[in-house]
């Protein structure tokens, strides 16, 4: 299964700034997912990244606030952008394996916090 | 991307004790996968059992599937504290590659 590697592990950020979230796959994978995950919840996914297309955005989620970037197929950013307190959450990349016979790889999180 | 249910919410046993936890979804799939999470970590992927699967094993976990009844089950045998964490089910529709989560289920395990 393909290893992501996902950076920055954790940030502490002010209000109104923006941070860019990366990941990185060891093999080339058409199918990325970017996904939220407030303390204590589950994941919320924000928005599928196909190579050479427009993110698919979920309800609740625009390209204004959370800019990706899918420039070829080994790697995806991330961008929360203009941050509030409220934007405090776990934030997770993930890719959908070749076949539909093995799970997900997730990367290992970004854990941030605005003050 | 949620619309599943797990219980129980949290639960907590003693080391060596087996842990039980269920899912419930609602539309209908192509597999269902578990997934462990280490104190908001990334996940890990477990054990994926297909729609046409009853019941599988890998170590010490077993995976039940019910598809009449939309749910299914893992089963942790014999656990360690090293099994503390918290476990997701996630489907897998035909129709598109998307992930749809439970609520998850915090299992503690008391040395």
């Known amino acids: 299964s393909a290893v992501i590697s996902q950076k920055p592990s954790r940030d502490i950020c002010q209000r109104g700034t923006s941070l860019t979230i990366q990941c990185q796959v060891d093999s080339q994978v058409t199918m990325m997912f970017w996904y939220r995950q407030q303390p204590g919840q589950s994941l919320t996914l924000i928005a599928t990244a196909n190579q050479g297309s427009e993110a698919t955005y979920e309800s609740g989620f625009v390209i204004d606030k959370f800019p990706i970037s899918r420039p070829n197929l080994t790697f995806s950013t991330l961008t929360v952008s203009n941050m509030s307190p409220e934007d405090s959450s776990i934030y997770l990349c993930s890719v959908a394996p070749g076949t539909s016979n093995y799970g997900y790889t997730f990367g290992s999180g970004t854990r941030l916090t605005v003050v | 991307s949620q619309q599943g249910e797990e219980d129980p919410q949290a639960l907590s046993i003693q080391e060596g004790e087996n842990a039980t936890m269920n899912c419930s979804y609602k539309t209908s799939i192509n597999n269902l996968q578990w997934y462990r999470q280490n104190s908001g970590r990334g996940l890990v992927h477990l054990i994926l059992?297909?729609?046409n699967e009853r019941e599988k094993h890998s170590g010490r976990l077993r995976v039940t599937l019910d598809t009449s009844k939309k749910s299914s089950s893992l089963l942790i045998t014999a656990s360690r504290a090293a099994d503390t964490a918290s476990y997701f089910c996630?489907?897998?529709?035909?129709?598109?590659?998307?992930?749809?989560w439970g609520a998850g289920t915090k299992l503690i395990i008391k040395p």
């Open positions: 059992i297909r729609s």
């Open positions: 996630a489907t897998v529709s035909d129709s598109n590659y998307q992930l749809i």
